[in-house]
Structures are given as C-alpha cells and as structure tokens.
C-alpha cells in the first residue's frame, strides 16, 4: 500500500461522530470551514483527508507552495488551497489565510535548535487565528520538558510546543490540544536501517526493552482531529494524546522480522556514541544532537506522555488506529528509506 492509499484509507475510516459541533459562520453548503496550518505535512494531511472524508466539513489547506505535489493532491481531494510565506513577520498574511474559518489546526513544522523559532511561531499562528475570529483552535503539542525535568534534559521542540499550549490558553478562544507520540514513520525518514552481512539491522533511539508510545501519524492524526472538531464543546481546554501502539524496539524489530521474513537486528542509538555511530551526519549540529540525546533520555527517565493522559482515547475512537504489525502490514515498509512527499 502507498503512502497515497492511506491517506486515502484514512480518509474512509473517519471518526465515529455523527453531527459537526462547530457552527458555520460563513455556510457554504452548511458545513463549518477548518484551514489546516501545515497541511501537507504528515499530520497536517491526515486531518486534511479525514475531514474530506467525513462529508461534514470544508478545509482550507495552507501551504508555502500549491504547486507541490502534495498540495495538488489535497486539491483534487476537495480542499481549498491558500499560500502563506514561512516565518515570522506574517501575521496579516496569516489572518487573511484564516478569515472565514470555523476552526482552525496548527502545527509547527521541524526547525533547527539554533533557530529558536518555534515558540514565535506557534504565538504567530494562535493570533492570526483569533485576530481571524476561528471559534475553536486545535494546536499539536507535546510535554513541558523543561519543567517536568527540571531543565535537566534539553528538548526544546517539546518545550516550545509546551509554551505555544499555555499562551494559547491565555487567549479567548476554544482550544484543545493532540499530542502525538513518536512516529513509526521516523524509521522510514530519519534513522533509516542498514543492510550489513545479510541482516538488517535497525539502530533504534530506545533501549531495547523500553516501551514506548508510537503512532502513524498519517493516518491516526485525522480521525483525533475530526473528533474534536465534531465535539469542541467537549474538548475544549484538553490534552489529547493520540497513540498507535506501545511497544519496545526488541517488539518492533521482532515484529518486523515475523511480517517481512527480513533477518533484522537491533542496534542501540540510544546513547550518544551509538546514535553518531549509526547517524554520523547529525553531528554537524551539536545542538541538535543534544536536543535527540535529551528527547530520548526524557522519555525514558520520565516517560513520554505526563502520567495524567487517557493513552487509550485516540485508539478508542479509532478502531482503524495502526498497531506497529499494522502500519508494517498496511505500507509492506521493508527497511528502505522512504520519503513523504514534499
Ligand atoms: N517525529 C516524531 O516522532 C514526532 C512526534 C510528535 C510530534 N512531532 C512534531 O511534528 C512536527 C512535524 O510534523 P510532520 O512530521 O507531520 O511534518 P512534515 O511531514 O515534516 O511536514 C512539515 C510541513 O511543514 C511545511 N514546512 C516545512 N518547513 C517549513 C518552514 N520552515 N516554515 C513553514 N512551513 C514549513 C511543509 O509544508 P509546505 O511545503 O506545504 O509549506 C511541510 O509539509 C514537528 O514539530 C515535530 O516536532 C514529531
């Protein structure tokens, strides 16, 4: 299956509400508007689709570039593409991109640790948002690393999306808030296998036997969204974690040698010098790799997810949610490097 056909798949297996909570401000059709931030993105696609999908609402897709090939597939699915420069400084560009909106989904998409953008933009975006008049806003956060460890551990693009949830917050509008757990798809992307003698093996960012929340985020953010979406009342002022598997890497790599009959290894990234081991490239940014090194010893020592979250919600209202076995047997994934569009 492609990466095309879940999107795709997704879409079909939209969410269980039956009725769309947020009011139309501006009907077309009848159905409430939502503009997605980053919605070519894997999050940002999923909710595209899903909403599509569900029949019960329009979307507003905002890109860099509509000419992107993702962009023109959200296109012909039905969304309504509108083009916004990156960056800070855009605020009137953002609002026009906002106006008309019911709701709106943000995310903030991957930025250098030395940049330090990422707190100014996710404020950027909830100010356009409200200065657009959106009646409900959903932001993808994740934990306040800094305050859970006490600054011990560095994961400043957990952090920063912990402080664009609290200003949020701050402001007069309906909010709600997905988290979501660590990508299966970061095997496909970022720290991809290797084929050494014969075996595959698979430096993995874990110790072998921690288990951890992963997600596909291509198909588990949409239905998350179009709940909330469908029920703002509910979920305004929430933290929603959204999960597809807990699961250890000696599981994974298990789990991938049972489904694709590939002789497969684990190899331990975990640690500074087995992460540059395998990842040699990342030691150009030293700031980054004290940010992976941080990330991970946070989810260790003080587990992923802050203990108060319902782990189960997300896969509770999906019953399509992708276990790890699933998400292997769903992609036919076979160890290689896999691009997700863009
Ligand atoms: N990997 C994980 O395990 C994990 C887990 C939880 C949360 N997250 C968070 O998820 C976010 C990434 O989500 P994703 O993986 O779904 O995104 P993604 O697939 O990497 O896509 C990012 C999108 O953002 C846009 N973009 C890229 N660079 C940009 C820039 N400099 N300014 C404005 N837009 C830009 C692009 O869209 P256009 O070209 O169309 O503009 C692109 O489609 C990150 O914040 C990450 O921290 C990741």
Known sequence: MTMGQLDERAARNAGASTAPGLRATTPANGKPLIAVYGATSKQGRSVVVTLLGSGRFRVRALTRNRDSREAQSLEKLGAEIATVPPGLGHHKELVTAFTGADGVYLMTPQSNPQDDVEYALGKQLADAAVDAGASHIVFS?????????????????????????????????????????????????????????????????????????????????????????????????????????????????????????????????????????????????????????????????????????????????????????????????RGEKLPFGI
Do not use: C
């Open 141 to 333: 956060t994740l934990e306040d690393v800094e305050k859970i460890t006490d600054g011990k551990k560095p994961a400043p693009h957990f952090t920063s999306k912990a402080r664009v949830a609290d200003y949020i917050r701050s402001l007069a509008v309906s909010h709600s808030f997905v988290m979501l757990a660590f990508f299966y798809t970061n095997f496909l992307e970022y720290y991809v296998p290797r084929m050494e003698g014969g075996k595959l093996l698979m430096p993995i960012y874990l110790p072998e036997d921690f288990r951890a929340p992963f997600v596909d985020p291509l198909t588990a953010t949409g239905p998350a969204v179009l709940e909330i979406f469908s029920n703002p009342d509910r979920y305004n002022g929430a933290t929603l974690p959204v999960v597809g598997d807990i699961i250890s890497p000696r599981e994974m790599v298990e789990t991938f040698q049972r489904v694709t009959g590939i002789e497969a290894e684990y190899r331990n990234a975990y640690s500074r010098e087995g992460l540059l081991h395998y990842f040699p490239d990342f030691a150009a940014n030293e700031l980054l790799v004290d940010e992976l090194v941080g990330m991970v010893e946070y989810a260790v020592e003080y587990g992923y997810f802050a203990a108060d979250h319902d782990l189960e919600w997300s896969r509770r209202l999906n019953q399509a949610s992708l276990s790890w076995e699933q998400f292997l047997r769903a992609t036919r994934w």
